[in-house]
Every structure is written in structure tokens, then in C-alpha cells.
């Protein structure tokens, strides 16, 4: 059942689809956006406007999608009208005057919407930003024919830098970020470390740009350690892993790990999209060992 749409509403949007005049829309959810948009895309391609000189940016794929599908979906319909039929739902759009070139015209609008080289471009923010700086890598300073990483490959990457981390600092328990790795897994489960590092790691622009206000990173941990009330000391009793322990984790490619020995308190655990370490020990101050994955 199609809702009743008001006359003043009908009005107000035939107005904001005009081509010319340049206009602001701003309404809440489910009140016809969309519609005065593809409506505007419509009446352009009406007035003469080749597709390719039409651009249209939305926020998300779904919406670029779902605004590509009513342009093609009506244009697609007024091929099977008669000329009645036609010359009102061109006048739904808001053109006042419809003659029988204007019906050839729109009869022509599918197929020259859908052979236009690139098609309609119905393209999301970063998908317009990134065609820009593909279209100008050396302005930009960045590298010619690049492509953008998705979820999946993101994640990949982000694990294996992160085990490449872990792994070097297991192999230098004296070295700073051996004593760093040490206290951090003391202080947290291994879920929660992953989790942590995952999210440092994404903020590294924050980071850095700490570090450069601070000067250097030991400028910069003595203010967080004076933030917080710490001491920069860190006591490691026994250390959780040894350089031993690090080579047995490695091949020759530095990528796989194999399951080290019983003696070594860490145990390798493999997971899709990479391997990740898993580490096990006894928390400090807790009365109740944690229990040990076989």
C-alpha cells in the first residue's frame, strides 16, 4: 500500500529536484531523500546531461547501491510506456512541458545510462576519494596504482605484524620491549593483550604525533608514567620466554610456528588467517592458577 504524500510535500520536493537551482535537503529518515535525489539525476539526463558529467556521493555502499537501482529501475520502465503513460510520469518529476522529443529523449535514457564508459557514478565518499588519488598519485605522494586493503586482508596484515612483534620481543627479554611484552602479560589475559595492541595499533597517528609533542618516546612514557603514579622500573622474576623459544617458533620465512616444547611456558596456537600466539601463565596476586589449554 503506497503512502499519501502530501500535496505541499510534493511541491517542496519538486523544487529541491530542479537542476537548476542549487539546494539544501535536510529531513529526517524514510522521508523521501532519496527520491528527490534520484528525481534530480533524472531530470539532468532529461535536460541533456551526459551520464558521465553526473556524480553522485553518498555515505555508505548500501545507499550508493540503493540510489543506483531506482535511477536504472525507472528509466528502465519508461522504455515499455505508451506515450500517455510516459509523458506523466515525466511530468511526475516536476517538468512542466512534455513534447515528442522529450519522449524520444527519455525512451533513450536506459540504454545511454547503461553504455556510458564507468556507467552512472553512484559512488561512496572513499570511493571517490580514492579514484582521485589513483587518478593522481604523484600529487597526492603516494603510490602509483595502489588498491585498498578490505577487512579481511587488514586483519591479516595487522596479525602478522603483531606476531612479528611478539616474537621479537620474546627473543630479547632484557631489551625494551621484552620487559614491555613481560609486564603487559602479566597485567592482562591474552584475549584482552590482542585486543590492545589491535587498538594501539590503529591509533598509531596519535601515537606518533605524542611522541613528537613529547620529543622522544622516553620524554613521552615519563609523562604517562607521571600521569598515572608509576615508576618506570619494571622487575621480571622469571621470564616468560627465551630467545630458545622464539627459534623453535620460526622457519624459514619467519611465518609459520610449530608447537615448542613442553618446557617453554607459551603455546602456539594456529588460526585462520595467520598464526597467533597464545600465551599461558599465573596471574600475580590470584590465589587460583589459570588452567592450561592442551
Known amino acids: 500500500m503506497s503512502r499519501v504524500i502530501p500535496n505541499e510535500a510534493r511541491a517542496r520536493q519538486e523544487i529541491a529536484s530542479d537542476p537548476s537551482a542549487s539546494v539544501f535537503v535536510s529531513a529526517n529518515a524514510g522521508s523521501g531523500k532519496t527520491h528527490v535525489l534520484v528525481q534530480r539525476v533524472i531530470r539532468l539526463l532529461l535536460d541533456g546531461v551526459s551520464p558521465e558529467r553526473i556524480l553522485c556521493i553518498t555515505f555508505t555502499k548500501a545507499a550508493a547501491a540503493n540510489m543506483a537501482e531506482r535511477v536504472f529501475t525507472t528509466l528502465g520502465h519508461w522504455v515499455k510506456l505508451d506515450d500517455d503513460a510516459l509523458a506523466d510520469a ?3 518529476t516536476g517538468v ?3 513534447g515528442p522529443s522529450l519522449l524520444a529523449q527519455a525512451r533513450k535514457l536506459f540504454a545511454c545510462a547503461l553504455e556510458t564508459p564507468g556507467g552512472l557514478k553512484v559512488q561512496t565518499i572513499h570511493a571517490l576519494c580514492t579514484r582521485l588519488l ?6 597526492a605522494n603516494v603510490p602509483a596504482r595502489f588498491s585498498v586493503l578490505d577487512d ?6 595487522m596479525q602478522r605484524a603483531s606476531l612479528d612483534v611478539l616474537l621479537r620481543a620474546a627473543a630479547a627479554p632484557e631489551s625494551d620491549a621484552g620487559r614491555a611484552l613481560a609486564f603487559a602479560m602479566t597485567s592482562a589475559a591474552d584475549v584482552t593483550f590482542r585486543d590492545v595492541v589491535q587498538e594501539a595499533c590503529m591509533s598509531r597517528d596519535r601515537f606518533m604525533a ?3 609533542q613529547a620529543g622522544s618516546v ?3 612514557m615519563a609523562q604517562l608514567s607521571a600521569t598515572l603514579g608509576w615508576r618506570r622500573t619494571i622487575a621480571v622474576k622469571r621470564p616468560i620466554a627465551t630467545s630458545s623459544m622464539a627459534r623453535t617458533c620460526r622457519d624459514r620465512n619467519g611465518l609459520r610456528l610449530r608447537r615448542p616444547s613442553k618446557a617453554a611456558a607459551p603455546t602456539i596456537r594456529r588460526r585462520a588467517g595467520g598464526c597467533v600466539p597464545r600465551w599461558r601463565w599465573r596471574m600475580r596476586r590470584r590465589s587460583r592458577p589459570i588452567s592450561r589449554s592442551s
Open 152 to 157: 579481511r586482508d587488514q586483519a591479516e596484515l
Open 96 to 98: 512542466k512541458t512534455v
Open 134 to 139: 589513483q587518478q593522481f598519485p604523484f600529487e
Open 90 to 92: 515525466i511530468r511526475a
Open 218 to 220: 622516553d620524554r613521552a
Open 210 to 212: 605524542w611522541v613528537a
